[in-house]
């Protein structure tokens, strides 16, 4: 199945940091930019964090700038975000969506649960 395939996700107290990996199954990032969405219950899919296919450009949500970094590797298919000083509000399902840089489409991975409690 063409997927990205996200992992990393759990329970984490507040302050504390996870590693999320977004890998490739059944096809190759190489033309891909990478986006990490987030939903928390009752509330609407926020961008938290993109970056383009070579790496060179990144961005993030203000709610999320200097605790979050994107990075990726190409080689290894895989796209990461590392998580820090982590927030009871971080709390939400984490999806890696893989948008063609042609604008051929776009490819979302089932995503992974971050629980940010005490």
């Known amino acids: 199945q063409v997927q990205p395939v996200e992992s990393g996700g759990g329970l984490v107290q507040p302050g504390g940091s996870l590693r999320l990996s977004c890998v490739a199954s059944?096809?190759?990032?190489?033309?891909?930019?990478i986006q990490w969405h987030r939903r928390a219950p009752g509330k609407e899919r926020e961008l938290v964090a993109s970056i383009s296919s070579t790496g060179g450009v990144t961005n993030y949500a203000d709610s999320v700038k200097g605790r979050f970094i994107i990075s990726r590797d190409n080689a290894g298919n895989t796209v990461y975000l590392q998580m820090n000083s982590l927030k009871p509000e971080d709390t939400a399902v984490y999806y890696c969506?893989?948008?063609?840089?042609w604008g051929l489409g776009t490819v979302w991975g089932q995503g992974t649960q971050v629980t940010v409690s005490s």
């Open positions: 969506n893989a948008v063609h840089s």
């Open positions: 059944g096809f190759s990032f190489m033309s891909y930019n």
